[in-house]
């Protein structure tokens, strides 16, 4: 959670400033810096968003005013002559602060008591249980809060350092339980090395991909669920996700999808935006039940510390669901305007499909009208084409007028007769007579008109 913000927004006198707020939650107050516009530089304004948001002192220029105010939930965190056009980042900072404040008392106590473990701690020269007992209940507890996210991430994070430091000086009198640990982690691992060899030598000889691969998934939550020292889940890791790579590759080769049309493309993206929506609806669904978790657990805090940390986590989860619930609203017009355009696509194939279709229709019956018209050429028009083609044989570079000769002797009174002639008589000379083809059939024309 960042306790800093920056934004642009304008004073009393309605004159354009850069805002800059940070939160001091240990003291309940928060800071809040104006500088006007004709001094904040371009550099300055970057710096301000990429270094001092984040943390980074950064010294300011001249000119700016500087104010405290309490942190209140019931008022907000800009007086009211200071004007901002992203006010949802302020209701959303304010809540966030609220419970930050909250956090941070809880974790002052909590650092107390490590406190007077670690002083009992530092003091044992042998392996104490009761110390171990106490630093487990300790740690339990925090835990407990980690779980219900009520202590922040780096606060949470310096209590476990500190408490794995003392967990390692009572680990180091207790040697025992290293190597007992050790050994057990070594188990493990063969056990599941020879799980996975046996796997990759079923992948390399083409076995059943489908059954290997939800076997792998099989294997995969046992391993997270099973306890391993650094070197042995490292190594365990590496080879289970190059089993995974594998049988991937097996399945649909490394080219898979590098040829892939529009509708493929889209077609992947609209089933990730599916899975990503999915993803979200659970997600707000989480946050549901958990607001109804901390709405029931309200009425039964352990004092008011922890209901006021639950009511300041009750409004945070109201802002989340709705901050969700807007991209989930975005995520949803995406999907109407994918499905437009997979239809469109969609009909476009189809349409593209029943012209390739017809076209080979086409084909195919013109190639069954000359099949039939070969089979019923009578043998007298055969031996016309026999002699055509010998006739053409003959010669050794017979002209254009030549040719046409031989084929005006034998050819038929019908053109589909004429189409057979030239295709008997261009298996003798090739292409040529190709270039012959309208010329014959404008003859043909003119003797039927000087017949009639």
């Not at 956090?103 to 002052?108: G, R, V």
């Not at 008591?113 to 009761?130: G, P, Q």
């Not at 294997?219 to 190059?242: C, G, P, V, Y």
């Not at 669901?321 to 499905?339: P, V």
Request: hydrophobic share 35%.
């Amino acid at each position: 959670m960042k306790t800093k913000l920056v934004l642009w927004g304008t004073d009393a006198n309605e004159l354009k400033v850069l805002i800059a707020i940070s939160l001091r939650a240990l003291e309940n107050k928060i800071d809040i810096w104006t500088f006007p516009e004709d001094t904040v530089t371009e550099e300055f304004g970057k710096r301000m968003m990429d270094e001092w948001r984040v943390g980074k002192d950064l010294e300011f220029p001249e000119g700016y005013t500087h104010m405290e105010r309490e942190l209140t939930i019931s008022e907000g965190l800009l007086p009211d002559d200071l004007k901002v056009t992203r006010g949802d980042l302020i209701q959303r900072a304010q809540t966030e602060w609220h419970f930050a404040v909250l956090s941070a008392k809880l974790n002052e106590a909590y650092q107390t008591e490590f406190a007077e473990l670690k002083e009992k701690i530092d003091k044992l020269t042998s392996y104490d249980s009761s110390a171990w007992d106490s630093l487990k209940v300790f740690w339990n507890k925090v835990q407990s809060q980690v779980r219900d996210k009520n202590l922040f991430r780096e606060h949470a994070d310096n209590l476990r350092d500190g408490t794995n430091e003392l967990f390692a000086k009572l680990k180091a009198l207790r040697n025992t339980l290293d190597e007992e640990f050790n050994t057990l982690s070594k188990e493990h691992f063969e056990k599941f090395h020879a799980t996975l060899e046996g796997i990759e030598k079923r992948i390399s000889e083409g076995m059943n991909l489908t059954v290997i691969f939800d076997e792998l998934k099989k294997i995969q939550r046992e391993f997270k669920d099973t306890r391993f020292n650094k070197e042995h889940r490292s190594k365990l890791w590496q080879k289970i996700d190059d089993a995974f790579k594998s049988v991937k590759e097996k399945k649909f080769g490394n080219n898979a999808y590098n040829e892939s049309t529009p509708l493929d493309r889209i077609q992947r993206r609209y089933d990730g935006l599916l899975s990503a929506i999915e993803k979200m609806e659970r997600s707000i669904q989480r946050d549901r039940d958990d607001l109804a978790f901390q709405n029931k657990k309200v009425e039964n805090s352990e004092g008011q510390l922890e209901a006021q940390i639950r009511q300041a986590k009750i409004k945070m989860i109201d802002e989340r669901i709705r901050s969700k619930e807007e991209k989930l609203s975005d995520m949803l017009k995406t999907k109407a305007e994918l499905e437009a355009k997979i239809a469109s696509l969609q009909a476009k194939a189809a349409k593209e499909k029943e012209i390739q279709e017809a076209k080979k229709a086409a084909k195919e019956k013109i190639a069954s009208q000359i099949k039939d018209a070969e089979e019923s050429r009578s043998e007298a028009d055969e031996e016309k084409l026999k002699k055509a083609a010998e006739a053409i044989k003959d010669k050794k570079s017979p002209s254009d007028d030549s040719l046409l000769g031989a084929i005006g002797t034998t050819m038929s009174e019908t053109l589909e007769d004429v189409v057979d002639t030239i295709k008997a008589v261009a298996e003798v000379v090739g292409d040529k007579i190709e270039e012959k083809v309208e010329e014959i059939k404008e003859d043909i024309a003119k003797a039927k008109e000087e017949e009639e």
